[in-house]
């Protein structure tokens, strides 16, 4: 059985900034894809509302939701929200991921 994930309090701070701008609910839903550098990448976005079969998980009041599919790729993830002087991004903790390129978006199992 996979591990849940785990938003940090930056990123939970600024999934709420997010949502509140686009007037939807605080929910960040990451999923897998097959691509990118290393074989598979994260994606983010905005949810509704989690599906039934979603793995939940929430910070201060934010909602973090995963698929099974892509749970089994991230399972045990931290998902933390960075700000250097290159950027802000959100970045997953995978120790899952057994290779990773520089752009930090995608990952190789």
Known sequence: MAETLTLTPAAAKRVA???EKQAKPAI???SVE???CSGFQYKFDLADGPAADDSVSETDGVQLV???VSLDL???????FVESLG?????VENP???AGCGCGSSFGI
């Open 74 to 80: 991230v399972g045990g993830s931290v998902v933390d």
């Open 66 to 68: 995963v698929d099974p």
């Open 28 to 30: 960040l839903r990451l």
């Open 34 to 36: 097959g691509g990118g």
């Open 96 to 98: 899952n991921a057994a």
């Open 87 to 91: 950027g802000a991004a959100f970045k």
């Open 17 to 19: 900034w997010i949502a």
